[in-house]
């Protein structure tokens, strides 16, 4: 039973533009919220997180909003360039709890800039 | 810039051989995981450990053992390979304590097996 969701398979944008990937989670326990980055053939690379004390984090170009009643985070990336294109994917964690921060990811969403 | 490392980072093998994934990390974490993942498909857990002689199964059940005998190390094995193990391989570590902290990947193995 899949406990973190991207509903958005893929995502097509113009260079300039913002992009928007969604996350869906449905464990309350979840306090720790994370978004990676992966190329193919690459291993997935650390973006951006947000603890389940804030509903905003941001980092340059790159901003992650949670939305805890909604149990729903998205991150927001501002302005899109070529090379952003990439599967983003976002995962979850429990500290407080027996899994002690192992991760849940969800399916990914393919994100694509154009020029 | 993390300190994981995988290898091989492809490997085609035949059916019935055995093989080792390595994973080495030089940051010191005590916790370490095994991910597997298919195109489209999220990261599935199959390994964890928490230190040394400590090794638990993940969500996906999986043939492959671990073992963890050195912080650093956390190699993967099949005995027998088949085709149905073609996947890539992801191994990461995290530190122990604290919530916030994010678990960094190495480059993957690409296994397929014929």
């Known amino acids: 039973d899949q406990q973190v969701k991207q509903n958005s398979p893929s995502l097509s944008v113009q260079e300039g533009r913002i992009s928007i990937l969604n996350c869906d989670y449905t464990?309350?326990?979840?306090?720790?919220f994370l978004w990676y980055k992966k190329y193919p053939a690459e291993g997935p690379t650390f973006l951006i997180s947000?603890?389940?004390?804030?509903d905003k984090n941001e980092d340059g170009r790159f901003t992650v909003f949670l939305n805890k009643s909604a149990k729903h985070l998205s991150l927001h990336i501002v302005p899109s360039q070529p090379g952003d294109s990439a599967v983003y994917f976002c995962a979850a964690s429990d500290w407080r709890g027996s899994t002690l921060g192992r991760l849940y990811f969800g399916r990914g969403t393919q994100l694509t800039v154009w020029p | 810039e993390a300190d994981i490392y995988q290898t091989p980072r492809y490997l085609v093998i035949g059916t019935g051989k055995k093989i080792t994934l390595e994973c080495s990390q030089t940051?010191?974490?005590?916790?370490m995981y095994w991910y597997q993942q298919d195109p489209g498909m999220e990261l599935h857990l199959i390994h964890y450990s928490y230190g040394v002689n400590s090794t638990e199964k993940g969500d996906l059940s999986s043939e492959s053992t671990v073992s963890r005998i050195r912080t650093e190390h956390f190699p993967l094995t099949l005995e027998s390979a088949r085709p149905s193990h073609t996947s890539q391989y992801l191994c990461a570590s995290s530190e122990s304590f604290g919530v916030g902290t994010e678990a960094f990947f190495g480059q993957g193995t690409r296994l397929t097996v014929v």
């Open positions: 464990n309350s326990m979840f306090d720790y």
């Open positions: 940051m010191g974490h005590d916790k």
């Open positions: 947000i603890s389940s004390i804030k």
